[in-house]
């Protein structure tokens, strides 16, 4: 029987197949705007990009027994997808058992670029790459210490141009931007909500860079783009079920099930960062709740301890590091003192490790992931960190919930977000949805 092909709408790359005559969505549900030849044309196209990336090089025979869709329709989508989109590439010959050698496809890796910024608290970096995230470029910034929000967007698009006109995107299609921000970011609008960290309120960034760049330009929370990289460059390719923690200056979760990050009912889920882990906490956390656990075990939080103790001490290693200069303390040597041997700040450590442990316990009882990954600069503290991370889960998470749960470093270490932001456009590429993917039909 012929076959037309449709998808759940929530998630085009697990496309399944209908018999003629039932066009719906895998939830029983018909797609808004009826399932027209443009969709269906778009669904073909998304189910083969998502082939092409999971089983890469791959002979347009084999797409069209995986998919079944016809070798015709095959041909004619692989043609557009090469030629038109510049998502894939013909791969010449692969030597095959007998006959004339099948031609194969893959992600085009020397016509299509993307770029990606990551908009840190003290840094603001970007980078040029291939669909396959291999740089060809990258720049770094400071972040304005203002952190206004037009001031931020003034650097970010005067580094979006740069890389724009950098010399290896000559005579290359650059297909769009993804940027990673700190806070509650409404992905859809293109707008940061509420960032505690920049005290920015719906701030609009398409309304901010649009005037100055052409390209089309997609947002998120800088955590669910992390998630969003290991998912698509990382553990991701491995597994469908995990959590990624985001420890940095603030802290930050998201959760990809089945394959798919997850958003909540406005785009806001994941702010672990604001579970409340000390119910007499005196200290204020930047969203003005108290004993948060970002308020307790974030970087910021880490460096504040590390100075009052500074301030108090008058010696020891971590006084030595900073050299005696409260201002100077970060997380960083915090966790350095800590190893050096640096009794009190070996207990800001554990403490906030701690904490941050009994959040993952929390992420594993509520979410049944099979890894957790960990990310952001406190990540980046060596060994003493997971052996507390993992004390603690066994501490506080049911022993069933966290039986075999991985608990584990970013695949790209301090690029995570990086390669996150880029994760974001190729996400929208394979799916042909968003401001990016919508920009190629
Ligand atoms: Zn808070």
């Known amino acids: 029987m012929k076959k037309l092909v449709t998808a759940a709408y929530r998630g085009e790359d697990t496309v399944k197949q209908v018999p003629y005559g039932t066009i719906k969505t895998t939830d029983g549900s018909v797609p808004p705007g009826g399932a027209d030849a443009a969709e269906i044309n778009r669904l073909n196209k998304v189910q083969v990009l998502n082939l092409v990336w999971r089983r890469q090089p791959i002979s347009r025979a084999q797409i069209a027994r995986d998919s079944g869709l016809s070798p015709a329709t095959v041909t004619r989508v692989a043609q557009s997808l090469i030629h038109r989109e510049k998502l894939l590439m013909d791969v010449g010959k692969v030597r095959s058992s007998g006959g004339r050698p099948p031609i194969h496809v893959a992600i085009s890796e020397n016509q299509s670029l993307v770029i990606g910024l990551d908009v840190g608290a003290t840094q603001i970096r970007g980078t040029l790459v291939n669909l396959r995230a291999e740089s060809q470029a990258e720049l770094a910034e400071p972040t304005p210490t203002n952190r206004e929000f037009l001031d931020v967007m003034a650097v970010v698009a005067r580094m979006i141009q740069s890389l724009q006109s950098h010399p290896a995107a000559a005579g290359r299609k650059i297909h769009g931007v993804g940027i990673a921000l700190a806070g509650l970011v409404n992905h859809q ?88 882990v000390d119910t007499t906490g005196r200290r204020q956390c930047k969203c003005g709740n108290y004993g948060c656990l970002e308020a307790v075990a974030s970087g910021y939080a880490v460096a504040s301890d590390g100075a009052a103790l500074v301030a108090k001490a008058g010696r020891g290693v971590l006084w030595e590091l900073c050299q005696g200069k409260p201002d100077r303390v970060t997380a960083e040597l915090v966790a350095a003192a800590a190893q050096g041997g640096d009794v009190g700040a070996a207990e800001i450590f554990n403490r906030a490790a701690g904490y941050i442990g009994l959040g993952v316990a929390t992420m594993i009882n509520i979410l049944n992931p099979e890894a957790v990954i960990i990310g952001g600069g406190m990540a980046q503290a060596g060994s003493q960190m997971y052996s507390i991370i993992e004390d603690s889960v066994r501490k506080h998470a049911l022993e069933r919930s966290a039986r075999g749960v991985r608990i584990m470093p970013a695949a790209f270490g301090m690029r995570a977000t990086l390669m996150g932001a880029v994760a974001l456009v190729l996400d929208e590429l394979l799916n042909l949805k968003g401001p990016i993917g919508s920009a190629l039909l």
């Open 189 to 276: 609008k293109r707008l940061v909500e509420f960032s505690p960290d920049f005290r920015w309120n719906d701030a609009d960034v398409f309304a901010a860079l649009s005037p100055r760049i052409k390209l089309p330009i997609s947002c998120d929370n800088v955590t669910r783009v992390m998630a969003m990289g290991e998912l698509r460059y990382g553990i991701g390719r491995h597994v469908e079920n995990f959590v990624c923690m985001n420890l940095g200056y603030g802290i930050g979760a998201a959760t990809v099930d089945h394959g798919r990050p997850i958003y909540g009912s406005r785009g806001l889920a994941g702010e672990l960062g604001h579970l409340c």
